[in-house]
């Protein structure tokens, strides 16, 4: 594997192997006894079909399957435990082989691979006899790799002009070749050992997303800890985890997932992603290895894995945002303590006041003057007018433009909103969509979604998506996909 080229060496030593053989994941997942069906069962329920997290029913329904079927071939005797036993092992602490989580809003385990199982799984992969094994494409990335490199630090004008005048000439003769009609085409020997190549980098971008995503989580875990255990200012626990989110964000990893996340996102990059993929899948060279169908659409599954990651720091700042809510209910409640102490004080004075002067105030109240309270001096502004005599004009002038606009009115909405909440408790976007349609389009139905942020009581259910669909003013039929919006009375 070509991973520890970049990665930090480590030393393999005694001491170090015999630490990971009895402490990490991955090793006891490959020297357990149940390997093969651990192994083969995580693989293929979420590697092969790229799936991120899976409820418990699900997945205790599908172990159940895989069970059965090894039951009736190799006899009733062989793993003797339920399905429920086995996934709540594989999750436990001295295993480590899956991550066991409740998602916020729900009530039901979930499931997801954590990194050292995909690692272990990775490698297993690579036991395999693969029919071709191509080493162009990899020494072509290696060149063009270095290549960047050395171009991108180069700091002498004279030679990266150089190096641009080079690589226009040889553009400038492969154009030739072609209007002459040479066309140097790939043939499927370099074709196959090019595919190889991105569906490998593909696949390990994706397992590179689940470990991105520990990373945060460990973050996560250690701010819940710290919070926890603090008894201190909140200044200095804010300054401390602020301190450490700002390291890994600005660390080399964080650095490379933001740029690969703002590359990722780019409508055009994904519109020509997806063309390219579509192109070559088509080509028989490529259709022979039977690649997978999954990888036309991968660059989708890149988005949802990165989705969780970045569900994963928002996590992060809504565990500060209730501890800063917490901290603040607290001392509210010490400054109207310390209030109701002067009160309690100041009556009991007024009942046996002291004899002579216990306090003197020079003024009741402080005079604060600013210096930047003062305004500046600012000169009148005369108007200019000139004398001109205006004329009638005669010009035509097309003003369908002001009869076309359309005007989303929020006022009526909410009233539909309000209607349908005297009649029931609560209603969601989609059934109030059922009563009143869409006249507007997007427009009407992005007034619904702002008055839903603005109201309190409105829910934004992410976990159940909903389907709105309308007729645009061309009568052709658009369809949306968003989070359930609820409006409670």
């Known amino acids: 594997m070509e991973r520890p080229l970049l990665d930090n060496p480590v030393s393999l030593d005694y001491a170090t192997l015999d ?19 651990v192994a083969s069962f995580l693989h293929q329920v979420f590697v092969t079909p790229n799936v991120r997290v899976m409820a418990q029913a699900d997945l205790v329904e599908k172990l159940e399957d895989t069970l059965f079927g090894l039951r009736q071939s190799l006899g009733d005797g062989v793993f003797p435990r339920s399905a429920a036993q086995y996934l709540d092992d594989w999750a436990a602490n ?51 790799l270095l290549r960047q490199m050395v171009e991108g630090s180069e700091t002498d ?26 066309i140097d085409l790939l043939d499927d020997t370099a074709l196959k050992d090019r595919f190889q190549q991105v569906a490998a980098t593909a696949r390990e971008l994706l397992s590179d997303f689940r470990e991105v995503e520990q990373n945060f989580r460990n973050l ?18 804010l300054e401390s985890i602020f301190g450490e989110r700002d390291a890994i964000a600005d660390s080399d990893q964080g650095r490379s997932f933001r740029a690969f996340w703002d590359f990722l996102m780019s409508p055009a990059r994904q519109e020509e992603l997806s063309a390219l993929l579509e192109s070559a899948l088509n080509l028989a060279a490529v259709q022979a290895l039977a690649p997978d169908a999954r990888l036309k659409r991968v660059h989708y599954d890149w988005l949802e894995a990165g989705e969780h990651t970045q569900r994963t720091v928002a996590l992060l700042s809504m565990q500060l945002r209730r501890f800063l809510d917490d901290q603040a209910w607290l001392e509210n409640r010490r400054i109207m303590e310390v209030l109701r102490g002067i009160e309690a004080h100041a009556l009991a004075l007024r009942e046996t006041p002291p004899a002579g002067v216990f306090m003197q105030l020079e003024a009741p109240a402080p005079a604060l003057e600013l210096p930047m309270e003062r305004p500046l001096h600012t000169p009148a502004i005369r108007p200019m007018i000139s004398e001109q005599i205006l004329l009638e004009g005669e010009t035509e002038i097309e003003t369908d433009a002001l009869f076309g606009h359309v005007v989303v009115d929020k006022a009526r909405l909410a009233g539909w909103i309000r209607q349908s909440l005297q009649q029931r408790a609560q209603v969601t976007l989609g059934e109030l969509l059922k009563q009143h349609p869409l006249e507007h389009g997007l427009a009407e139905l992005v007034a619904y979604l702002a008055l839903a942020s603005e109201d309190r009581k409105a829910v934004f259910d992410e976990t159940t998506p909903e389907s709105v669909t309308w007729l645009d003013t061309s009568g052709k039929q658009r369809q949306a996909e968003l989070p359930r919006v609820i409006f409670t009375r």
């Open 94 to 144: 001295d295993k480590g082989w899956l991550r066991k989580f409740y998602p916020p809003g729900s009530d039901e385990a979930h499931f997801d691979l954590t990194p050292a199982t995909e690692k272990a799984l990775s490698w297993l992969d690579g036991l395999t006899q693969r029919a071709f094994v191509g080493t162009e494409s990899r020494l072509m990335t290696v060149f063009n």
């Open 19 to 37: 630490t990971l053989r009895r402490n990490h994941p991955a090793w006891r997942l490959l020297d357990s006894p149940h390997a093969p069906l």
């Open 220 to 237: 996560d875990r250690s701010v819940r800890e710290r919070i926890a255990l603090w008894d201190g200012g909140k200044g200095a626990l």
């Open 157 to 182: 004008p004279q030679a990266r002009l150089s190096e641009l005048e080079k690589r226009r000439a040889e553009i400038d003769a492969e154009i030739a070749r072609v209007q002459d009609g040479e």
